[in-house]
């Protein structure tokens, strides 16, 4: 998946700078709209595309520059979650591990249309397109526990910010790089209908809290309490635990992605023409 949507990534971009100079049939117009979909997540603890997908919603404003180029920034609401229980992969069963985390994300990206395409035309009705953009995205994992959420951050599961790690703790506010495919059609005068898919390339292996080695949990209990000992490693194989100290909890060697798809609807603003008033 990663290779993939680097490929995506790196086609938009090319095609994005192919047409940034595209000044043709040019026409300035605004819309509105609003995103209904879900969102989910691919990482340590997921690895199937689409699977435990959650409802998510957002809100957008668009400038189209031309009937090939607009300019889009929009705030998306969204979770992600994964369970090892879910998986089909032994080991990631015994391993036992789970989060949920809400995603907070605003964005501002370019859309380029491969066909020409205005709201309300009756000659450019639809088409296909791209887009790429930067994001700055908030996000908290949380693990079931008992019955309750725990927020796993400031546990440092894996050691974090503690003698038993060599990391940092990580930060919860982080950029993003938001790509992706759409469709979208003219139902009218000024409503216009899309269906969008978009990764969102991260900088980070911690959306799942989970990406290094298991740390000794009688000695992060000493510096982050029982309860952090007890979420590092929920192990179902008896006498796991004890001797889990060192080994990989999660792979190091590759980020997390989240992803959002779903229903665009937009509506075109309408502006009155300014007055022309002659000399007196």
């Known amino acids: 998946m990663r290779k993939y949507g680097l490929l995506l990534f790196f086609s938009c971009f090319s095609l994005l700078l192919s047409v940034a100079q595209d000044n043709k049939k040019q026409y300035f117009s605004h819309d509105v709209g609003v995103f209904l979909g879900a969102s989910y997540y691919i990482g340590d603890l997921n690895s199937k595309q689409f699977a435990m997908s959650q409802p998510a919603v957002g809100i957008f404003y668009r400038f189209n520059y031309s009937y090939r180029v607009a300019f889009k920034a929009a705030f998306n609401y969204g979770s992600i979650q994964g369970d090892d229980s879910q998986s089909g992969n032994p080991d990631q069963i015994e391993r036992n591990l789970n989060f949920k985390s809400t995603i907070m994300e605003f964005s501002a990206r370019t859309e380029f249309n491969f066909w020409e395409y205005r709201t309300g035309h009756k000659n450019f009705i639809f088409a296909p397109y791209i887009f790429l953009g930067i994001g700055v995205f908030n996000f908290n994992p949380q693990a079931h526990y008992g019955n309750q959420w725990v927020s796993l951050r400031n546990l440092s599961t894996e050691g974090e910010g503690t003698p038993l790690g060599t990391r940092k703790p990580y930060p919860l506010t982080q ?6 495919i759409g469709f979208k059609l003219t139902l009218s005068q000024q409503i216009g209908l899309g269906i969008e898919w978009g990764p969102r ?3 980070t292996d911690y959306l799942d809290d989970v990406s290094g080695t298991y740390v000794d949990p009688a000695k992060l209990a000493i510096y982050k309490g029982g309860l952090a000992a007890t979420l590092s ?14 080994k990989l909890r999660g ?5 997390d992605w989240y992803f959002y798809y779903g229903l665009v609807i937009s509506y075109k603003l309408k502006f009155k023409p300014k007055e022309c008033r002659g000399a007196f």
Do not use: H, M, Q
């Open 251 to 255: 792979n190091p060697s590759t980020k």
């Open 175 to 180: 950029v993003c790089l938001p790509f992706g």
């Open 201 to 203: 390339k991260t900088f």
């Open 233 to 246: 490693n929920t192990s179902k194989v008896p006498g796991a635990i004890s001797g889990d100290t060192g």
